[in-house]
């Protein structure tokens, strides 16, 4: 099997959470890690641990959702880097209203992080990744989805565009050697549900297949096997961990 020594990872969402658990993994595995995030702070929290595991990080702190930003940040990831060979789609946020009760402003910050934003990265992505003839996409969806959960209609919304587009991206960047997928979380006990009721979170557990939450460990093994070379077959898929 071929390791992945000296490739490049562009992970957004990556100052805390699953993300700094992925920065992590990508880390051991020796990839050359650039994480993108609105805390800087965070950002540098992760770099410590990796630098002290004797990975190497560069936190770039920025809001996804600022799109007409991004040729700046594009600027910053090319100065740094200079390629990329995994990209890593992470950073999200998500809404838990009744749709009566969502403003307008919260719609638009997650249209354009978790659509806008996902599409925009692959995009300027995959230009620099099909100069090598190879890539990695992986981006985040929602149980939500299928489900159908009421009060979270936009969130799910969104998150229904990001398997539309990891399926015609897919498609897409076959040709450039560029694999794209999803990967659905199952429950996971972090902050995004620390305000959901207890009630309404056994419900949603009963749902899954397997009655149980989730580690951010079962998202990276997933990963780990969908930026491998030996994966190279694997594109355009919806992993939904916890079975719907």
């Not at 993108?36 to 002290?52: P, Q, W, Y």
Request: glycine residues 10%; contains cysteine.
């Amino acid at each position: 099997m071929k390791d992945l020594n000296n490739k490049i990872a562009l992970l957004t969402g990556a100052s805390s959470g699953i993300g700094a658990v992925i920065a992590n993994l990508l880390a051991q595995e020796g990839v050359t890690v650039v994480g993108v995030a609105r805390s800087k702070s965070g950002l540098n929290n992760t770099k410590s641990i990796i630098e002290n595991l004797g990975g190497e990080f560069h936190g770039i702190p920025f809001d996804i959702s600022q799109t007409s930003k991004l040729s700046e940040l594009k600027v910053q990831i090319t100065n740094a880097i200079g390629e990329v060979d995994i990209l890593i789609n992470n950073a999200g946020v998500a809404s838990m209203n009744h749709s009566i009760l969502t403003p307008i402003s919260t719609a638009r910050k997650i249209l354009a992080t978790n659509v806008i934003g996902t599409f925009l990265f692959s995009r300027e992505s995959a230009k620099l990744m099909k100069n090598n003839k190879y890539g990695r996409i992986i981006n985040f969806t929602t149980f939500a989805v299928p489900f159908k959960l009421e009060g979270e209609a936009i969130y799910a919304a969104s998150k229904a565009g990001v398997i539309t587009l990891t399926e015609i991206l897919s498609r897409e960047y076959a040709s450039f050697g560029i694999t794209v997928n999803a990967v659905s979380p199952p429950a996971i006990q972090t902050d995004l549900i620390r305000g959901v009721p207890n009630e309404k979170m056994k419900k949603l557990l009963q749902r899954q297949a397997i009655h149980r939450y989730g580690d951010p460990i079962d998202i990276c093994n997933v990963i780990d096997f969908l930026i491998k070379h030996e994966s190279g077959m694997v594109t355009g898929q919806i992993v939904y961990l916890g079975g719907v």
